[in-house]
């Protein structure tokens, strides 16, 4: 009987051509990294190509360039990764565990939200009294539920988006106005170039990773950045699937602990941001435990109006 013939994913190309012209495309030099720990039965180790990582730092511009229809005829997800100081190559660390990581489709955003709130909410019974109320007011212990969709009107049917033609300057602390968009992916280009030309990710990589949507890439490559939180990333992913669907979010690029999001139609009002601001507590919590120091400061800070949403975990 004839040997059935291998099955040639993207990624297997790639590993053939890094340079992907095959697909299509013209990526910079670049290297496939290997699922970590795989073996085969009665063999040695088991080569699964996990994703794309190109060999030096790209600018402004690299993301635009390869959001393209031949990478998503591919199949493939373009995002930056991030170094941090001593852990300037994180991703060739074997930092990835896609084989513990459940599908996304197996969950839904707001039980998942309300077990994270659940987690994080202060316990009057463990002496977490008066200063505890304070962080979390407007809300009480309950899980508020979820926020309400984007600004009527921001998101089309088609993923484009309003824009309040802002100059999309960066912040002190990262933050990003409106960039001027109007397709909730061009922005996130337009994000990323924001950040990069910035000194905000400095001398990122851009990675190709084989997924449905940007939202799933963090499972897909078996991420932990989350693992002092929340073992099992397609909860992170499930919560970003959702923040794409109501916010025109977008992920732009991954750290070894943090994550970050450009998002076309954020709350506009106060009043709607508070609740976005309890979902981005429950999701990740240092961002309020370390930083603004409560959920109303931080809806303040860094929700309302905000086109840039960064996360990391402790």
Known sequence: MAKSSKVRTPLSVLAEDPQGRSLGLELPPG????????????????????????????????????????????????????????????????????????DPDDHHVEPVLREFWSRVVPDPEEGEGEDGEQLIAPFGRDWPGLAEDGPEGSVGSDGSVGSDGSDGSVGSDGSVGSVGSDDPDALACELADALIASGF??????????????????????????????????????????????????????????????????????????????????????????????????????VTGSNHWGFWWD
């Open 31 to 102: 290297a496939v990294i290997d699922r970590p720990g795989r073996r085969g039965w009665g063999m040695g180790r088991r080569v699964e190509p996990l994703l794309w990582v190109s060999d030096e730092a790209v600018g402004v511009g690299a993301l635009a360039a390869h959001r393209s229809p031949a990478l998503a005829a591919a199949g493939l997800q373009a995002v930056l990764f991030q170094g941090r100081r001593g852990l300037e190559r994180w991703w060739q660390e074997r930092e990835f565990s896609p084989e513990r990581m459940s």
């Open 201 to 302: 990710l400095p001398s990122p990589r851009l990675a190709l990773v084989p997924a449905g949507r940007g939202a799933d890439v963090p499972t897909a490559v078996g991420w932990c950045g989350p693992t002092n939180f929340e073992n099992d990333t397609a909860l992170i992913s499930t919560v970003l699937r959702s923040w794409e669907d109501r916010f025109g979010a977008r992920l732009v690029a991954l750290g070894f602990d943090e994550l970050h999001v450009s998002v076309a139609a954020p709350p506009r009002t106060t009043a709607h941001a508070l609740p976005v601001a309890a979902e981005h507590f429950a999701f990740s919590p240092d961002n309020i435990w370390q930083g603004s120091g409560s959920i109303r400061a931080y809806a303040d800070e860094a």
